[in-house]
């Protein structure tokens, strides 16, 4: 193998794909002004498990799971084969006035999944689009619509979402999201929302517990809600950890206090488990761990294992009855191409049926405990201010000194740092800014946690001397 990384046809192959990227495609999240010399491309010709594999067959370990989607490693085969019988029987139909089994299969196995709450009636009906942006503007317009349709409340216009927080880049998601790299520039054309502060523990006050920082949060939210009584449709927030906002993690006593604020207020609550759904912090969903069940659910990433685009919202009865009427006005006028696109049905059902026949919650539950170990040693970082934990999500703080509230100055670029530095040993390691985090694929072994930890450990060494 090692032979293999400088062979010189293979080189050469590699610099000519890297030229012909450069000259043609335009890369998300990112400056290209920075490619090749500054943020390195990293090339990858397979997956396998765990390991992005490049042309010259070095293996990369992918502890972000490639933006978060996959769950089971790449190529993982039974979900391969689920999507190549598909494409065999049907790739694509139009799902307005049409059917097919894999949609219908696969939103009975979801709302049978689905958070549930006692006394509350159970998610009932789900809707499909394309991706985590596409599925949290129907969310958004869901809410709004049904009070617009009822009628008798035409102040209800308005959304709350959490400061830090993040649900996507479409105007509709970016307006409710709370991120100012992404929404700064945008500001003009965006939907003005109502921001609550967030109950993220990393904000908590020297000797107050994530529990209590949570409901000070829940009071502010309170207040909010009061102070525009019958102005808001829905409230949106991402359960558990704020993700794009840098892993920021928050007691559950927030989610209750949230569901119990929204039903005296009249307001929808809005689960984003775009990122948390699936096992990712130790239960199925997020919401399971406050015993709450939202009005509407988002999922999307993890719900086809990584392989293909599909997102899911699930609502109550009761919010798809507000839209039954003789008036199509009154109808959800709100479409994708691809919804409900049997192959990436296909891939859904694939990976329910591998949570099944694996026990994959159990696994995860212990492979957060063997996470959790290796971190600790890092809590004692000079430079690492916080590390946090909500199941197979972990996050380090970096800050000068190790104190709260000193980030390092922007100029240095730590996380890009950290990240060159991680690369260059075979794990990528894509920081939210001064934040490294590790959100493997489920599949990750002993060997490959070990290496992420000690890889980590040199990274912020580097980064930060």
Known sequence: MTEQ??????LAEADAWRSRDLAVLWHPCTQMREHPDTLPLLQVARGDGAWLVGPDGRRTLDAVSSWWVNLFGHAEPRIAEAIARQARTLEQVILAGCSHLPAVELA????????????????????????????????????FQWYANRGDEPRRTKFVALENGYHGETLGALAVGDIPLYRRVYAPLLAEALFAPSPDAYLARDGQSA?????????ALARLLDEHAGEVCALVLEPRVQCAGGMRMHDPVYLKRARELCDVHGVFLIADEIAVGFGRTGTMFACEQAGIQPDLLCLSKGLTGGFLPLSAVLATQALYDG????SRERAFLHSHSYTGNPLAC????????????????????ATAARMAELAAPLRAHPHVADVRQAGMIVAFELAEGGRRGAPFDPA???????????????????????????????????AQLALLADVTRTAIDAATA
């Open 5 to 10: 990384f400088h062979d010189p046809a293979i």
């Open 108 to 143: 009975e196995r979801l709302l049978a999944l689905a958070p549930r709450q006692p006394g509350r009636a159970p998610l009932a009906r789900v809707f499909y689009a394309d991706n985590g942006s596409a599925g949290v503007e129907a969310a958004l317009k869901m809410a």
């Open 211 to 219: 529990a209590g920082h949570a409901e000070d949060a829940a009071d």
């Open 323 to 326: 839209f039954l009427d003789d």
């Open 346 to 365: 296909a891939a859904a059902l694939a990976t329910l049926d591998i949570f099944e026949a694996d026990d994959v919650i159990a696994r995860n539950r």
């Open 412 to 446: 240095r670029r730590t996380g890009l740092r950290a990240y060159r530095h991680a690369l260059a040993r075979g794990v990528l390691l894509r920081p939210l800014g001064d934040v490294l985090y590790w959100m493997p694929p489920y599949c990750i072994d002993e």
